[in-house]
């Protein structure tokens, strides 16, 4: 039987979650394992019984999106790096979530159907109101021509005949593209609320710490891996190789502008 945890003891893990949900503070990117672990912040909410049952419609359609929202805003401004994109053969550079989460608010629709991503009219008119069509209508907003060219996943699955299937489908996609993969699970945090459940290597190695720049790398790795040096471990990105060239000329960069 699982370990009751008082809403103060579990303050430092909920705060992890939440914390790392906004980015990294040295590698400039953003994906998928951030913003799931902003879904794991809301469930250790709802395990701590802040979230009541009643709450989780209004928890998934205002305060989730609302932080989708805000990581947009982000992105623009810092031109954030797409963390393991899986370029055009992903849903989205950065996000996951907010099309299985539409697929379910969309089920049993009466005129809305996969296939009516492809009417601009429809998206245009019925995106505020919809996180799916908010999706397609915020990726055709940032890229050109047809989503058949640049979202080829997204317009396969607006073949299938209904939103059930679509969600059904996203939801055993989820499960393999994010929590079944090592390079996303890695980084992911483990504790009372969410326990690892497995064989893990937690040892801590003077030399990744040294060479990663961190101290005390103690966060669960699955066992078998090689040990990593991933915390505080710096990617390239394209914010960072302007702002070095801008410090080498004596100039000062500002980080691009949100989208008019």
């Not at 919809?130 to 060219?149: E, G, P």
Request: hydrophobic share 40%; net charge negative.
């Amino acid at each position: 039987m699982a370990k009751f945890v008082k809403p103060e003891e579990a303050i430092p893990e909920v705060t992890k979650y939440f914390v790392e949900s906004w980015g990294n503070r040295k590698r400039i990117d953003y994906g998928t394992g951030h913003e799931a672990n902003f879904l794991a912040w809301l469930y250790c909410l709802d395990k701590l019984g802040l979230i009541k049952p009643e709450d989780h419609k209004a928890v998934v359609i205002k305060v989730f999106f609302k932080y989708i929202e805000v990581m947009r805003s982000l992105q623009f401004a810092y031109w954030l790096e797409p963390a393991g994109s899986h370029g055009v053969w992903g849903l989205d550079d950065y996000h996951f979530l907010p099309f299985l989460f539409g697929a379910a608010q969309l089920r049993g629709h009466k005129y809305i159907r996969p296939k009516s991503i492809h009417d601009n009219d429809v998206v245009s008119e019925f995106a505020k109101d919809y996180m799916y069509l908010s999706c397609v209508k915020f990726i055709n907003s940032v890229k050109t021509a047809s989503l058949r060219w640049h979202s080829p996943m997204l317009d396969d699955i607006s073949a299938v005949r209904t939103w059930e299937k679509v969600n059904s489908g996203m939801i055993k996609m989820y499960k393999a593209e994010v929590f079944g993969k090592l390079p996303i699970m890695q980084h992911f945090m483990f504790g009372a609320l969410l326990p690892f459940k497995g064989q893990s290597d937690s040892r801590v190695l003077e030399e990744d710490e040294e060479e990663a720049g961190v101290e005390g790398h103690t966060h669960v790795h699955a066992f078998g891996q090689e040990f990593p040096t991933c915390c505080g471990m710096q990617i390239p990105s394209a914010i960072a190789a302007a702002a070095a060239a801008a410090n080498a000329s004596g100039e000062r960069s500002l980080p691009g502008g949100s989208p008019s």
